[in-house]
């Protein structure tokens, strides 16, 4: 499968040791939701092209040396003088991730009508994040994902310090899932994405749950829930729910770590339509990038042998 991953490209700022009050010591890492699922997909042997506005700064030149080194294609990206994006990392004791967005007229949220590529209706679209709600840039990319013909698929991926209000935040999701139930799409969710929206989108009860009522309602192909160490749901079109319980791993951050289960998802349900055995490689891949620093999806045999361990 030939995958287009649509979403923003930047950079995590990451804290190291302890400084003083005048100097402190920050980790620049490549990052961002869509560009850590589509180097997950290359990682393990996909066809990936990342269609995203980059900086021509020298974090986007980083992050453009980044996909490339990982075998992502940038045919399909618009290089633009606007800076690059930042995300300030904070890790509480369980080493899970917050972020502080520095996002005003930065690159990945500016998309004009004439930027986006032209896609093969043979084309996977993955789309992401915060591109899906950001403006002016998500609507654009709302039109042009309707306009495609080939296959789609949407990760929520929450950001509340960006939209702090669960209502905006559902008045700009619940477009995408429209969508999504039009062309039998596939959505993925995590339960804390869930636990934010649930109430705006007049909905109750555990993350799975609302997934199956979300699913009722809007009528999407795949609805899939990551449950942290719990593991993953899903519910396919016929309205079967499947269960795969986590893994066990020694945690560095969860940095990307959902952003990995999407790629080892991907990887393996666009190619078999295997739903359980898709949720089982999505789980594998997201509990092993646990254990790295920050979003370092494996390749195929680093996969296959954490799987087996």
């Known amino acids: 499968m030939d995958f287009v991953v649509c979403g923003e490209a930047l950079i995590d700022l990451v804290p190291q040791e302890a400084g003083d009050s005048f100097r402190s010591t920050w980790s620049a890492l490549s990052a961002g939701g869509p560009m850590n699922t589509a180097i997950g997909l290359a990682r393990l042997g996909e066809s990936v092209q990342f269609a995203g506005r980059l900086s021509n700064d020298a974090f986007g030149r980083q992050l453009q040396a980044h996909l490339r080194e990982n075998r992502v294609g940038v045919d399909l990206a618009t ?8 995300a300030v990392v ?5 080493q899970k991730a917050t972020y502080a967005f520095h996002f005003d007229g930065t690159a990945n949220f500016g998309w004009q009508p004439a930027e986006v590529p032209e896609l093969k209706d043979t084309q996977w679209l993955h789309v992401a994040s915060l591109s899906t709600v950001v403006q002016p ?3 654009v990319l709302l039109d042009w994902a309707d306009h ?11 950001r509340p310090s960006v939209i702090p209000d669960p209502q905006t935040y559902w008045a700009r999701v619940e477009p995408w899932l429209e969508l999504m139930g039009e062309r ?5 969710a995590s339960d804390d994405d869930i636990a934010f929206l649930a109430e705006a989108s007049d909905v109750e009860g555990t993350a799975t749950r609302v997934m199956a009522q979300w699913w009722e309602r809007f009528g999407f192909s795949i609805g899939v829930v990551t449950l ?16 795969v319980p986590g893994r066990v791993v020694e945690v560095v951050d969860t940095v990307g770590a959902g952003d990995t289960f999407m790629a080892g998802f991907l990887a393996e ?7 359980g055995a898709a949720l089982a490689q999505g789980v594998t891949a997201g509990a092993y990038v646990c254990g790295k620093q920050g979003p370092q999806p494996p390749n195929r045999a ?6 087996r361990a």
């Open 269 to 275: 349900f666009a190619s078999t339509r295997r739903l």
């Open 302 to 307: 680093e996969l296959d042998a954490f799987s």
């Open 228 to 243: 942290g160490p719990d593991g993953a749901y899903a519910i396919d079109e016929h309205g079967a729910e499947s269960f």
């Open 137 to 139: 840039g998500a609507g």
């Open 79 to 86: 290089v633009t003088n606007d800076p690059t994006s930042l």
């Open 148 to 158: 495609h013909g080939g296959p789609l698929s949407l990760d929520i991926n929450v």
């Open 184 to 188: 039998s799409g596939v959505v993925k």
């Open 90 to 94: 904070s890790l509480d004791e369980q």
